[in-house]
């Protein structure tokens, strides 16, 4: 694969890890000239009785960054994306009924999209975050609309049901906040913490 010429050059020869198997937010990363090795975590993500979802979607996002601390890279990087409509915490469907019962509440009205990033750095036990929200319009969906993009099946990996990052962004009339942060990792914030460790 052809080298992309990187905007932060203070980053080259850093070690850094990405603690997520998303190949979305390995793009975004790549996408900035950031190559890290891909070091997926099995944090167990029940969210606790009465939990805040903004405290949630942090304690995921710092937990999973710190989660492995035998990785062999000066910087890890975490992050965690939720789904809120009307005050509900939307996960990514089980099936593609709940895709489907997701998609017909969501559409025609407008849903938050939390993602936090935190870097960790090993030899330190230093960890920092950022949390950015964003505001995202569904357009008015008529059940066909439903029923194609659910048997696409982008939606079943998904918190909320949608990929704005794939078919999904078909659907999306508005957002008010950051694309990057929405597709699961916030890139203006994500080089601001980087730049803090380095």
């Not at 997701?102 to 960790?120: D, E, F, I, K, P």
Request: hydrophobic fraction near 45%; charge should be neutral; charged fraction near 20%.
């Amino acid at each position: 694969m052809e080298s992309i010429p990187s905007i932060c050059e203070w980053l080259q020869g850093t070690p850094i890890c990405l603690a997520s198997a998303s190949p979305r937010r390995l793009s975004l990363l790549r996408q900035v000239g950031v190559e890290p090795l891909v070091c997926p975590t099995d944090l167990d993500e029940t969210r606790w009785p009465g939990e805040p979802v903004r405290d949630y979607v942090v304690r995921m996002a710092t937990g999973k960054a710190r989660l492995n601390p035998s990785v062999v890279a000066d910087l890890v990087i975490g992050a965690d994306t939720i789904v809120v409509l009307a005050g509900q915490m939307l996960g990514k469907p089980e099936h593609a009924t709940e895709a489907r019962q997701m998609l017909t509440r969501m559409q025609g009205r407008s849903h938050r999209v939390l993602t936090a990033v935190a870097v960790y750095q090993p030899a330190t036990d230093r960890c920092a975050h950022r949390l950015v929200e964003s505001r995202v319009w569904i357009k008015p969906l008529d059940w066909a609309e439903i029923i194609a993009y659910v048997a696409t099946g982008e939606p079943l990996d998904k918190a909320g049901a949608y990929g704005i990052q794939g078919v999904g962004a078909a659907l999306v009339a508005r957002i008010d906040g950051s694309c990057s942060g929405v597709a699961g990792l916030p890139l203006c914030e994500t080089l601001a913490l980087l730049r803090e460790f380095t």
